[in-house]
């Protein structure tokens, strides 16, 4: 066996999903998005560790240790 014989498993790979392509198809009409809200729109961004309104992990977090400004500037 090498590299270049190796196979996924029989069965482990599923047809990709095309989403939008119809009512015919299992995801036409809103192509599994809902119906109205910002995720249903194109184009939608969601800022970066944003939880839904929770308070994000970052912010829970207890700040730890001590961040020295002034280290590697002066060398007296």
């Known amino acids: 066996m090498e590299l270049h014989n190796l196979k996924p498993a029989a069965g482990a790979l599923g047809k990709r999903k095309r989403r939008g392509r119809g ?15 910002a995720k249903s ?27 020295n400004i002034f280290r590697g500037v002066c060398s007296t």
């Open 23 to 37: 009512q015919g198809s299992t995801d036409g009409g809103t192509s599994a998005r809902g119906h109205k809200g």
């Open 41 to 67: 729109r194109s184009g939608y961004k969601q800022k970066l560790g944003f939880e839904g309104g929770q308070m994000p992990l970052q912010r829970r977090m207890p700040k730890v240790g001590f961040n």
